[in-house]
């Protein structure tokens, strides 16, 4: 009941916060509720499964240009499709990468997620007939669901909720299931679960291909709102900033990669229109708050504030 | 392809493949000691050719250069190590992820202080012309960085075998606790160990500034990117690994990109998907990275 209200208010915000916040506010917030999306995927993989990927942007970025792509070779701008083919990439580029890595485990199923789509960025970035290159993928279409246009900044926020309350619902289902069950199994003690009889590495590879689809989507999302997309959509920078995303959150948790996202986009969008301009240090920021997170609250914004209400609830 | 090219490319992808030495020996070595993968080696790499754009300007010796930024790289790895690594000695992921935080500060201080353009330094005079081989011109600079790696190879291999800091490295290798309950002091093997992969990144940084340039991106390709390669194909933590993946990588990495273009990244993604699939601890490695 509370869930239903809190997404109602969260879909609607535009609507009712309109006498006192900016257009910048349901910008903020949109593209807010983008990474959040794109960080619950990862957090199956990272929280969930024990499956520390580095490669993430791979799958939202192929879920953006599959989305921009899609719509200018099949010349529609209708939302199934478009999304679908979003996911359909991000799922099946996951596949291919899954193959590889879900027999790796720790410090090794990082490096080979962060080299192999890394491979998938240079093809982006160089496959200019295709992608456009580094001069990125521009004339996205509009985001059409039969007649109704989600370009208006309103709407476009009112698409992004949505699917982030999807999202999150899907996310949270699974994480709650037997299936969701199995993958910490699998975290905690993958050859236990392998003598009660499950096939740990079809597990593992289901979960990345699960993130990979709902990446795609959240990378479609992300096409649709800056009517852009750029090679970086698929590059290291945007996986460690999804990895980061998770972690000051609380990996593993219900609302951790949410929290997270608040505060990385604090840190990206709010802290520069304070900082001088020439000062463009957020990244460096964003480093600092993940290397402090990492060496004292490794259970991330989570973590902490469950702590914090032990300690008051036990007074 | 004229068989003139194809020497020339072949050479190309020689020195390419010495510099990926460099650049894959020190990922490698702090691996093989430290069971940590520095993912700020890149940006490491990416601070040594700043710091020698800055000493060539200042100075215009390249040759200084060549010296001052790998020291002043292992110094930076020689205080990272005990500030951050240390304190979670033993949590192999944990420290992994703390070189994810310093790459990400590395970086956005280099653009912060020398600037975000593409930047260029020159060969060293002397080393900046051509010489005419088979079929064409070819830049001594190029043939000088393909000397480069064969001698720090051969040197790094007299250093593990015929040394007591050799000794120690194999030592460690096998295992550091053991050594430490031997009575070596881990937490001074493992900072120099630390400053000295930096060092060696440094280096790369230096010696690749006129060849592949100095700007922003450098940190992760080549950087960061083809060192994981190179490890993973070659096989972590063994210097002979080093020496194969690059050899392997840097022809590779060049004739895909002569033949594919736009795909040549393909090349490189089907040698590692093969060495995984079929010798998954890399073609010379003792450590399994997938089962």
Redo the contacts between chains.
């Keep these: 009941m509370l869930v239903a209200l809190g997404a109602a208010a969260l879909v609607t915000f535009p609507y009712w916060s309109a006498p006192w916040a900016s257009r910048f506010a349901t910008t903020l917030l949109r593209d807010a509720l983008i990474l959040a999306i794109f960080a619950l995927s990862l957090d199956l993989l990272v929280g969930r499964a024990g499956m520390?990927s580095?490669g993430h942007a791979a799958f939202f970025g192929g879920g953006a240009y599959a989305a921009g792509i899609a719509g200018q070779q099949l010349a529609t701008d209708q939302l199934p499709v478009t999304l679908g083919a979003a996911a359909l990439v991000g799922a099946v580029l996951a596949l291919v990468i899954g193959v590889?890595?879900v027999?790796?485990e720790?410090?090794?199923f990082?490096?080979?997620t962060?080299?192999?789509a890394?491979?998938v960025f240079?093809?982006a970035f160089?496959?200019?007939?295709v992608t456009g290159g580094s001069n990125g993928l521009s004339g996205i279409g509009r985001p059409m669901l039969a007649s109704i246009d989600f370009s208006s900044p309103d709407l476009m926020y009112v698409l992004v909720a949505v699917t982030f309350v999807l999202a999150a619902l899907v996310v949270w289902g699974l994480a709650r299931s037997p299936y969701g069950r199995a993958l910490i199994g699998v975290r905690e003690n993958e050859r236990r679960m392998r003598a009660l009889g499950y096939d740990t590495a079809r597990l593992r590879l289901s979960a990345f291909v699960i993130a990979g689809t709902i990446a795609g989507i959240a990378g479609a999302l992300s096409a649709y709102s800056t009517r852009f997309v750029s090679a970086q959509d698929a590059?290291?920078g945007n996986s460690?900033r999804a990895?980061?995303t998770v972690?000051v959150g609380g990996a593993g948790t219900l609302g951790g990669p949410i929290v997270g996202s608040a505060v990385v986009s604090l840190i990206e969008r709010v802290v520069p229109s304070i900082l001088p301009t020439d000062?463009?240090?957020?990244?460096?920021l964003?480093?600092?708050v993940?290397?402090g997170f990492?060496?004292f609250a490794?259970q991330g914004m989570a973590g902490l504030g469950r702590s914090a209400w032990l300690r008051v609830s036990r007074r | 392809m004229s068989p003139e090219l194809v020497f020339q490319q072949a050479l190309n992808g020689l020195s390419f493949g010495a510099l990926l030495f460099i650049l894959a020996s020190g990922l490698s070595l702090v691996f093989g000691m430290m069971?940590?993968?520095n993912?700020a080696h890149g940006a490491f790499y990416m601070l040594g050719a700043y710091v020698a754009l800055s000493v060539v300007q200042a100075t215009g010796s390249f040759w200084l250069a060549l010296l001052v930024a790998p020291f002043a790289l292992g110094l930076l790895g020689f205080v990272l190590e005990p500030l951050?690594l240390r304190?979670?000695r033993g949590r192999?992921?944990?420290q992994?992820?703390?070189t994810?935080?310093?790459?990400?500060?590395i970086?956005?201080?280099i653009?912060?202080v020398w600037g975000r353009e593409v930047r260029s330094l020159s060969a060293p005079a002397g080393l900046d012309g051509s010489v005419t081989l088979i079929g064409g011109v070819y830049p001594v600079y190029r043939l000088f960085v393909m000397a480069f790696g064969v001698a720090l190879a051969a040197a790094m291999g007299i250093v593990y075998r015929r040394t007591r800091i050799g000794m120690l490295i194999r030592a460690g290798v096998q295992d550091a606790e053991m050594l430490g309950a031997l009575g070596v002091d881990t937490n001074r093997l493992f900072a120099s160990t630390f400053a000295a992969g930096a060092a060696l990144a440094g280096l790369a940084g230096v010696i690749a500034a006129p060849v592949f340039g100095v700007q922003p991106g450098m940190d992760?390709?080549p950087g960061?990117?083809y060192s994981?390669?190179v490890v993973?194909v070659g096989g972590l933590g063994t210097l002979s690994g080093a020496v194969a993946g690059s050899v392997l990588v840097g022809p590779a990495d060049t004739f895909g990109k002569v033949l594919f273009?736009?795909?040549?990244?393909?090349v490189?993604?089907a040698i590692?998907?093969l060495v995984?699939?079929l010798r998954?601890t890399g073609l010379l490695g003792r450590i399994r990275?997938?089962?």
């Excluded at chain 1, 160089?126 to 007939?129: D, H, L």
């Excluded at chain 1, 000062?279 to 460096?284: P, V």
């Excluded at chain 2, 994810?100 to 500060?105: A, F, P, T, Y």
């Design positions: 520390p580095l590889l890595v027999r790796s720790g410090i090794f990082l490096m080979l962060l080299a192999l890394q491979i240079a093809i160089q496959w200019t007939a590059g290291l460690v990895f980061v972690l000062l463009r240090i957020s990244e460096a964003l480093g600092l993940f290397i990492v060496l490794r | 069971d940590v993968v993912l951050l304190r979670l192999h992921l944990d992994v992820l703390l994810i935080g310093v790459s990400l500060v970086v956005d201080v653009g912060q992760t390709d960061l990117l994981l390669v993973v273009q736009d795909v040549a990244l393909a490189i993604f590692v998907a995984l699939l998954p990275i997938a089962r």
